[in-house]
């Protein structure tokens, strides 16, 4: 299975992100579909803000301060649930999203990865098995 077009370590980074979120909401209990989507809304602005870290862009305002509190409390003024969906489920397409990224990374996490271990499992993998991965994941990977 494939998805729709290349996948990017912004992707990465957000699911990441937004299954930690959902790793914290669980310790307090239940976790309905409000905390899903918060958990939608803090992964894509934690990938947002760290991608601007990274790239010398400017923040935006509400996470410049550069707290990840400050960020997880303010994330709704930033980005909305259906913004995750847009930009990382529905780019890479639905099916792809829920049977292979999404459960992939999940269960690096179940075995202990951290975020960079689990970006060089999957690019390794996503090459190995011909899914087009974004041109700066390739260079990391030293293959671009």
């Not at 290349?6 to 309905?32: C, H, I, N």
């Not at 947002?48 to 301060?65: L, N, T």
Request: charged share 30%.
């Amino acid at each position: 299975m494939k998805p729709l077009t290349y996948l990017r370590p912004f992707d990465v980074m957000a699911e990441w992100q937004l299954q930690e979120k959902m790793s914290e909401l669980a310790r307090t209990g239940p976790v309905d579909d409000l905390a899903k989507g918060v958990a939608k809304q803090f992964g894509l602005a934690m990938a947002i803000y760290i991608a601007s870290r990274k790239f010398g862009r400017p923040r935006p305002a509400v996470i410049r301060k550069g707290a990840r509190a400050e960020a997880s409390r303010e994330t709704a003024q930033i980005c909305k649930a259906e913004d995750f969906d847009r930009q990382i489920v529905n780019r890479m397409g639905k099916e792809f999203y829920e049977r292979v990224f999404a459960s992939r990374i999940l269960m690096l996490r179940s075995l202990g990865k951290n975020y960079n271990e689990i970006k060089i499992a999957l690019g390794k993998d996503f090459l190995a098995e011909g899914v087009p991965l974004y041109s700066s994941w390739l260079r990391f990977l030293g293959r671009g």
